[in-house]
């Protein structure tokens, strides 16, 4: 981890001014080594975003089951096996055994070298001289020092010794667990209008899932790919000085870099051309390959932060452990708050732009105009009067009778019931205006704004029309009779 970050304190004054150099990937190395299932689970889970892994092909990439390689059955592979184990049967502390920080140590002499020769022509493909190569081969797996700019080696024999090197792993730098999911990745295509696959390679999400995939390979197999890749794109940048170009580097290191140990090319005859333009893409991008994604920053740096809130680029869930609570998509939170915000207000806007609309309907001049808007009003069941903050519930609506003594008992005995309800209710509700007083509330304004006097005037005119129209009632129907 000391190897991840330093922190160093510094009482210099004229240096506190200097920018602050800090790692973007920090927390994803951070959450790599200290918690490797969650970090696992979170790669593995956007990796099968992008790609179709099968059950069995998911359980090789996560380790779980042996992967099952091309031509493993056949008898000339099984040859094969046998003869490459022969040559790897006296291991040194280099070359034949596992890799190794120690390993990786001697092997960088190798890349550092080349960096400074790459304007050989034919370098990686025109082979060095063996009796120099098995002196060097020596002095690395003894751990003595080297003095390569010396001038005794040449810039090929130390190029052949690196892929050396590589062959003699026990499995390629890019794991055997990797194997399928390159394949599938390098089958990424875009879509057309109609969405129908094309021949035209999908780069960016190409680029997003090896740096996916390069994120989950042992810290030593990293490293190393990274120091190669690295020379193999400054190799290519002076092609027109060594005559190598990306493909051409790739035609030599594909079989020792992703190729399955002890296969031939005739396993891997159906899929030789993909992965030879894998290492083809992966040299050309080299240099975006080892940047964690954007979605896998955010998720390691909430996760040491202590936030419940997860982000990723599909708002996946990512349980922290077994134990932990699971944790809420912080876009869901804030588009929740924004919403309501924003339901709040227009609720207060229409409720004040109901009571200018009242306001104004009150405030014209007597027309019929007027009288059909005020019925609308009484009519509508959240309509707001002026003095009033919150909309009135609408009166339940009493069944109407079509015979004339309906009538006579609407007309007579219907606003005393009302009223005599009303008394009787101990929280008071706005003043509704009625059909009957019309003509009154646009003499008197608005109802809103009348006074206990004026209140108690309309009833007493009212309660007065009553008597004058039982008293005529009354009289039609003894003349009748």
């Known amino acids: 981890s000391d190897a991840i970050c330093n922190f160093v304190i510094c009482n210099d004054s004229s240096l506190r001014s200097q920018p602050i150099i800090f790692n973007p990937d920090f927390f994803v190395e951070k959450l790599r080594h200290e918690k490797p299932e969650v970090f696992t689970e979170l790669v ?16 090789q990439l996560m380790g779980e089951e042996d992967p099952k390689l091309p031509g493993a059955n056949s008898t000339a592979s099984g040859f094969f096996r046998s003869l490459m184990s022969l040559k790897r049967k006296e291991k040194g502390v280099v070359f034949g055994s596992p890799l190794t920080e120690e390993g990786i140590a001697q092997v960088s002499q190798l890349i550092e070298y080349l960096h400074k020769n790459l304007r050989a022509e034919g370098l990686f493909r025109v082979p060095g001289n063996s ?8 002095a690395l797996n003894s751990g003595t020092d080297i003095d390569l700019d010396s001038g005794e080696f040449h810039s090929n024999d130390v190029a052949t010794l690196l892929k050396m090197f590589l062959g003699e792993l026990p499995e390629p730098l890019l794991t055997h667990k990797h194997f399928h999911a390159h394949l599938k990745i390098a089958d990424l ?27 989950i390979l042992p810290a030593p197999n990293r490293s190393l790919l990274k120091l190669l890749l690295d020379l193999l794109y400054q190799t290519a940048k002076k092609q027109d000085k060594n005559k190598m170009s990306a493909h051409n580097l790739a035609l030599m290191f594909a079989p020792h870099i992703l190729w399955p140990r002890n296969v031939t090319a005739n396993d891997l005859q159906e899929n030789i ?13 080299s240099q975006k390959l080892f940047k964690a994604p954007v979605y896998i920053r955010e998720c390691a740096r909430l996760h040491y932060l202590g936030s419940r809130a997860h982000t990723s680029k599909d708002d996946l869930d990512l349980l922290t452990s077994s134990g932990s609570k699971e944790l809420q998509p912080l876009k869901s939170q804030k588009r929740s708050r924004l919403d ?19 306001r104004h309907v009150h405030n014209m001049p007597d027309s019929a105009k007027k009288k059909k808007l005020i019925r609308q009003f009484n009519k509508h069941p959240t309509a707001l009067t002026p003095g009033s903050d919150a909309p009135t519930s609408p009166a339940p609506r009493r069944t109407r009778s079509r015979s004339f003594s309906g009538l006579i008992k609407r007309k007579v005995l219907g606003t005393p019931v009302i009223l ?18 019309v003509q009154l509330l646009q003499k008197c304004g608005s109802p809103a704004h009348m006074s206990q006097a004026k209140l108690k005037s309309l009833e007493g005119q009212k309660e007065e029309s009553c008597r004058r129209m039982r008293a005529r009632l009354l009289s039609k129907d003894s003349s009748s009779l």
């Open 273 to 285: 051309t993909k992965l030879n333009n894998g290492v083809t893409f992966m040299i050309k991008h």
């Open 189 to 215: 295509t875009l879509f057309d209008e109609k969405g129908n696959k094309t021949s035209t390679p999908d780069k960016e999400r190409q680029i997003e899932a090896l740096q996916l995939l390069f994120l």
């Open 131 to 138: 009796i120099r190569q098995q002196i060097l081969k020596d």
């Open 340 to 358: 309501s915000c924003h339901q709040e207000e227009t609720q207060q806007r229409t409720e004040e732009a109901l009571k200018e609309l009242f």
């Open 44 to 59: 593995v889970s956007n990796i099968t975003r992008l790609i179709d892994l099968p059950g069995t092909e998911l359980a």
């Open 420 to 437: 005599e309800r009303k008394s009787r209710d101990t929280t008071p509700e706005p003043v509704r205006v009625s059909k009957e007083n």
